[in-house]
């Protein structure tokens, strides 16, 4: 995930890819950079969208990067591929 905190509102904004072709999701949130509002922010965020309890998301790695890796307890490889797709730029 790419975060952009203090993004003006709190949405998934699409896919890309990075330098080796790895899909990821990029999102903002209003929320400030500051005392980990901004990730506690994605983090419900991404529970919203994904209909799971906030307390089964967390930001495992890249606390103070906007580049993060994120956990969904409980979820499949599979579904979160499903759920990365869903976010693919339409033609």
Do not use: C
């Amino acid at each position: 995930m790419k975060l952009t905190p203090v993004g003006g509102a709190d949405r998934i904004d699409g896919r890309a890819l990075d330098a080796n072709g790895e899909a990821y999701l990029k999102a903002r949130v209003r929320a400030a950079p500051e005392k980990g509002e901004a990730n506690a922010a994605l983090e419900a965020l991404l529970a919203k969208a994904l209909g799971v309890a906030k307390t089964r998301v967390k930001v495992a790695r890249g606390a103070a990067a906007r580049m993060k890796i994120v956990e969904i307890e409980g979820a499949s490889a599979a579904e979160i591929a499903e759920f990365v797709a869903h976010y693919a730029e339409k033609p």
